[in-house]
């Protein structure tokens, strides 16, 4: 017989990781459930919200931007967002005063999508969450400790 595996936690209940990973398994399906019809995927919904909300207070956002707000890689975001310019959500200009970044700008399409999707998965996660009832404060404030302080 191999040798016992020896877990930490008695059951995978105890596990914070294994929940997390159960939990965003079942959040991403939702997700995608109410992203399909708008032909945009869950990562392309985050990096036009960003956009979106960026936009609100500024009229130069970057790619660098785009990443930081999400807490992104900076490839994967490159790549996304070609993908986004390509189905006509966004446009690339030119950036005023530097000359190694490009403005990126939702376009009428990628702002009507966007609101479309916005609606779409804020009505999910009111549904998705619903079992927390009272207590969605308290869980999204636990959550952003653990972010900031994984934060690299």
Request: proline share 2%; no cysteine.
């Amino acid at each position: 017989m191999s040798k016992e595996i020896e877990f930490q936690f008695s059951s995978p209940e105890e596990s914070p990781g294994y929940l997390l990973g159960q939990l965003t398994t079942l959040w991403q399906r939702k997700q995608k459930k109410v992203l399909d019809p708008l032909n945009i995927t869950q990562t392309q919904f985050v990096l036009l919200a960003a956009l979106g909300w960026l936009s609100r207070e500024n009229d130069q956002v970057t790619q660098v931007d785009i990443a930081n707000q999400g807490n992104a890689d900076r490839m994967m975001v490159s790549k996304v967002l070609r993908t986004l310019e390509e189905k006509k959500f966004i446009s690339r200009e030119e950036h005023l005063t530097d000359t190694r970044a490009k403005v990126i700008k939702l376009t009428d399409s990628g702002a009507i999508v966007l609101q479309k999707a916005l609606t779409a998965i804020e009505n999910a996660d009111k549904e998705f969450f619903s079992v927390l009832e009272d207590n969605i404060a308290s869980f999204n404030k636990n959550i952003i400790k653990v972010i900031n302080q994984n934060k690299n």
